[in-house]
């Protein structure tokens, strides 16, 4: 389907079930965005699950969001139970805010819920020429190291700076084995996972998705993954008053309150501490990208090149609707 | 050794080779932790590298460290290639004020060295019950993904909060497999190192500890691993205005200069966004400690908290120096 055709189609979805004309583009954006960049797990495979969420009345469509400034450098917003995407486009925003009249903005953000790519939104703050880390947590996915329950969601780690060109430096990685989005998308597909990413609910090493989302996802690099999914728990969980420990609802399953997640955004100037930070990233990158590669590696990629060339890509083409979805956007829209 | 006995010594030792009395006391209270702590690879084990270094006019014995305050919350710090202990001291301290001040502090350091454990800085902050995050890089050991030439250092990441009890939460995590201190400790000894953690020079896995040192160390989970290493070289070098893109000297090897290492310290106070931070970390903390266990497994272990335990039984019993290390004290005292 043309982009300009499905556009206006989620919009009109997303209004249908009650959201304003500016938190339905929000959102309309960020799904769209999800697919260009190939996050099929964030983007249309979630529609339904946001409108079944509003149906429900655990996304809250009239939100009264209040942002209070704790400093001119740090606020804390709570996002009334918004739908996520429209949560996280305030924080940032904010965030950029903050950090362009001190120097560095820390957002806390709690009551909100999933809001897709964390990248989406490092790149708004990376746009406007600023460094940023960005946490949030998610619903239980990993087992904490030596546990066999899960409990830690998918908890990505954010960073994002300019790069010194026009494709920005974004590392946006989850610290499972895989997205747990990419289970949902293989088990909504009847497809095989990797060998190793994931337990049955027995404990036992599984390939097949449907099973893997009933068990436990494995954290990199064992107790290691396993502290740094605890680090983005007490960031956005803990600290900021959104729910942590195991507590936020999955949004595919759990209709029995808001998700009440968390929300961390740091932003600071690349020019505090050095004059020529342009040219210092892009000494970086050069040198590292002139390293001897792999056989059969043409090119060593920084973060976030990738997507960028497949949202390029992709923008000049149709997006493709597979026919679950198709079934999806017919329900929806009528 | 009684420590009441070896403090002196390490302290004698540092002055006689030109380091004031304040930063001879610095520096060994950072090394005599490490020994306790049992991360021997950033203790004793590297006492005669920095003489080394400092006899070499590498490390600045009399260094003239400029702290520019940038705004009440944002400071900039020339450690004129002071020996890193003290760098990084001054540092955490100015984090922890500007954090008191304002409720975030942000602390970039240049031309520093290698100051042992991120984790040891960290406690400082997390003592005055501030959550902080700590960047530093380190001398080439980790091959960029893609590559077969190492670039990154094994560029630690490092989180603290106050846990609520008098165990803090620290997590301090190299992005390699294993840290490079115990490759360097293996192979001082002839040990083995494990399987999977290194290549040879010729890009083969190896076990020989000194093969890896002249090899490549492999990173945590691929690319994701690869990307936190970039991600920790930006923050503490290209931002800070210390050495990046591999230019960090190897302080064993390379006496050709200082090694002009940056750090980043950023800290912000627990209360900002909750009232009732203490108990809500308490929370996170008792949920993940009553999950059901793997078998063998007794607790589950937050960060810190085995080093913690560790501390203080060895705090209590005399610190085992190595035939090596006796020769090494010998040596530098006489």
Redesign the interface.
């Known amino acids: 389907m043309k982009i300009k055709k499905l556009k206006p189609l989620l919009i009109k979805i997303f209004k249908k079930h009650g959201l304003s004309n500016v938190h339905s583009t929000i959102s309309t954006n960020a799904l769209i965005n999800a697919e260009l960049v190939g996050a099929y797990g964030h983007g249309l495979s979630r529609l339904k699950m946001y409108c079944d969420r509003i149906n429900k009345k655990v996304i809250n469509i009239k939100p009264k969001i209040k942002v209070k400034n ?2 001119r ?2 606020s ?1 917003i709570d996002a009334d139970n918004s739908i996520g995407f429209v949560a996280a486009d305030i924080g940032i925003k904010k965030a950029i805010e903050n950090a362009n009249k ?3 903005g ?1 957002v ?1 953000i ?1 009551n909100s819920g999933h809001y897709g790519l964390s990248g989406y939104y490092a790149e708004q703050a990376v746009k406007k020429k600023l ?1 940023t880390m960005i946490f949030t947590n998610a619903p239980p996915a990993i ?7 899960r ?1 830690f969601g998918t908890n990505p ?1 954010c ?1 994002g ?1 300019p790069s010194g060109s026009k494709i920005p ?1 974004i ?1 946006d ?1 989850s610290i499972s ?1 895989i997205n747990r989005g990419k289970i949902r998308v293989a088990a909504k597909y009847n497809q095989k996972i990797p060998k190793g990413v994931a337990l049955d609910k027995f404990g036992n090493p599984t390939v097949d998705a449907k099973k893997a989302l009933k068990g436990v996802q494995l954290p ?2 064992g107790f ?2 396993s ?2 999914a ?2 983005v ?3 956005s ?5 959104g729910n ?3 507590k936020v609802k999955d949004p595919f399953d759990d209709f029995s309150g808001p998700q009440n997640i968390g929300h961390l955004f ?1 932003t ?1 100037k ?1 020019n ?3 004059k020529n ?1 342009t040219n ?2 892009k ?2 990158i050069k ?2 990208k002139k ?4 056989k059969g ?1 043409k ?5 976030g090149q990738n997507k960028y060339i497949r949202l390029q890509m992709n923008s000049k083409k149709d997006i493709y609707i597979s026919e679950i979805i198709k079934k999806d956007l017919k329900l929806l829209k009528s």
Chains 1, 2 share one sequence.
Do not use: Q
């Open positions: 704790i400093s450098s740090i804390h001190t120097g560095i820390l806390a709690k460094v087992a904490p190291h030596g546990a066999v329950k409990l780690i960073f700076t430096f590392l990685t084995m990199i690099a290691k993954g502290g740094l605890w680090m728990d007490i960031l969980g803990v600290l900021t008053g942590h420990a195991g740091i600071f690349t505090l501490f050095v930070f210092r990233i000494d970086n040198t590292i390293l001897p590669k792999i590696i090119e060593i990629m920084y973060p």
